[in-house]
């Protein structure tokens, strides 16, 4: 079954902190993970797909497939990165995005 | 325009009401979909249009039924919808379906009384 993990429902950590939030997922295949973001009263936006290996805001995320994980990682962490992740999943050559249950990160001054 | 636009942003209805909620985008994407987002959830994919025909129907019941009536707007008429129907509805669209990245709007409250 496809399903993706986001063990923790909230991270809070103090500014300039190094963040981590977990992703696990469990996918028969190669798939294409996602990281997305929503800010207080703001649409849902990509922040990161796997497969451009890009950095945003700060943000870095591997797909380690050995563990089938796909965490997300700043170094340090800023107030206005205050907000809900939800890691996302694509099965190959699909259209459906299955989404975790979401983290919600508060960075505290 | 590089956005995804819904309306209305909120909506209150009725069980007997017939209603409907409007997605529109002007970015050449030949992909549109809706999900449906309950409070404190993930977003769960209802529908998929490729190339403005119905890809996907993720079992949705039929009190929701999607319209495609342009590769720029998507539909989803609303029918003796139950109260446990309210959440964010939202609409997304991709270049390409199966290989590219979703935008998404940013949805349409829905309350069912």
């Known amino acids: 079954a496809q399903r993706v993990t986001q063990p923790e429902k909230l991270l809070s950590v103090f500014k300039g902190a190094p963040v981590e939030l977990k992703c696990n997922y469990s996918y028969s295949g190669s798939p294409e993970l996602f990281w997305y973001v929503q800010y207080s009263r703001q649409r849902l936006q990509l922040l990161l797909r796997?497969?451009s290996r890009e950095s945003i805001k700060g943000f870095t995320a591997d797909l380690n497939k050995g563990e089938t994980s796909f965490h997300l990682k700043k170094p340090f962490a800023q107030e206005e990165d205050s907000a809900m992740y939800y890691c996302a999943l694509r099965g190959y050559n699909t259209d459906k995005l299955i989404f975790g249950t979401g983290t919600r990160l508060q960075v505290f001054p | 325009d590089t956005e995804v636009t819904q309306t209305p942003k909120h909506l209150v209805m009725g069980m007997t009401n017939k209603k409907s909620l409007k997605c529109e985008q002007h970015?050449?994407?030949?992909?549109m979909y809706w999900y449906k987002q309950k409070a404190k959830k993930p977003p769960e994919l209802m529908f998929v249009?490729?190339?403005?025909?119905?890809?996907i129907n993720e079992s949705v019941p039929s009190r929701f039924s999607p319209e495609c009536p342009n590769s720029s707007l998507l539909n989803l008429h609303l029918h003796a919808l139950q109260p446990e129907d309210s959440a964010l509805y939202l609409c997304a669209s991709s270049q390409e379906p199966g290989t590219d990245t979703q935008y998404f709007g940013p949805g349409t409250r829905l309350t069912v009384l």
């Open positions: 249009y490729s190339y403005e025909k119905l890809s």
């Open positions: 796997h497969i």
């Open positions: 970015m050449g994407h030949r992909a």
